[in-house]
T-cell receptor
Framework: DAGVIQSPRHEVTEMGQEVTLRCKPI?????LFWYRQTMMRGLELLIY????????DSGMPEDRFSAKMPNASFSTLKIQPSEPRDSAVYFC????????????FGSGTRLTVV | QQPVQSPQAVILREGEDAVINCSSSKALYSVHWYRQKHGEAPVFLMILLKGGEQKGHEKISASFNEKKQQSSLYLTASQLSYSGTYFCGIPIQGAQKLVFGQGTRLTINP
């Protein structure tokens, strides 16, 4: 089991550019979550999917953020256009989807927008 | 809706014990605990599902009191490897959507 795989590990981009973060969940996990972590706000849930369907995107900060899950093994989080305040570590996590299962987090993508 | 953790930070010597608390203003049905080491991802430790339930992971155990709407994490005879930030997470709206506390930074010194 390779765990949850995220790419890239680090991304530095200029303000206004489009950024795409990628995630491959653990096979057999039917729930996927995107979190953002900053010192000021801690771990914030942005959006989550069940069986590839977006269930709750109330944490997505603005229309500049969008997420997709075209199949059970791949998800993307896109920021367009990016702003310096988007700088954070973005984690993807997956779970079996039942209440008594924990989340497995990916290694995260450290995004810096300059 | 965010659970409140206390204390915010703890500094221990190796072998000492610590307790980390997690409280919610709303009814709790379950509590997750995670540990995050610096520069790494959070790692799942355990879930508590029932009132009064206790669980253990290594020398780390936890309790869950539904009536008091709180959970406590107990670290016994702490080891250097226990250093990190501990987060509790609670499901919102009876769903899998977890809201995490602000974290408790634990530092273990030799």
């Amino acid at each position: 089991d390779a765990g949850v795989i995220q790419s890239p590990r680090h991304e530095v981009t200029e303000m206004g550019q489009e950024v795409t973060l990628r995630c491959k969940p653990i096979s057999g996990h039917n729930s996927l979550f995107w979190y953002r972590q900053t010192m000021m706000r801690g771990l914030e849930l942005l959006i989550y999917f069940n069986n590839n369907v977006p269930i709750d995107d109330s944490g997505m900060p603005e229309d500049r953020f969008s997420a997709k899950m075209p199949n059970a093994s791949f998800s993307t989080l896109k920021i367009q256009p990016s702003e310096p305040r988007d700088s954070a570590v973005y984690f993807c996590a997956s779970s079996r989807g039942a209440a008594n299962y924990g989340y497995t987090f990916g290694s995260g993508t450290r995004l810096t927008v300059v | 809706q965010q659970p409140v953790q206390s204390p915010q930070a703890v500094i221990l010597r190796e072998g000492e014990d610590a307790v980390i608390n997690c409280s919610s203003s709303k009814a709790l049905y379950s509590v997750h605990w995670y540990r995050q080491k610096h520069g790494e991802a959070p790692v799942f430790l355990m879930i508590l599902l029932k009132g009064g339930e206790q669980k253990g992971h290594e020398k780390i155990s936890a309790s869950f009191n539904e009536k008091k709407q709180q959970s406590s994490l107990y670290l016994t005879a702490s080891q250097l490897s226990y250093s990190g930030t501990y987060f509790c997470g609670i499901p919102i709206q009876g769903a899998q959507k977890l809201v995490f506390g602000q974290g408790t930074r634990l530092t273990i010194n030799p």
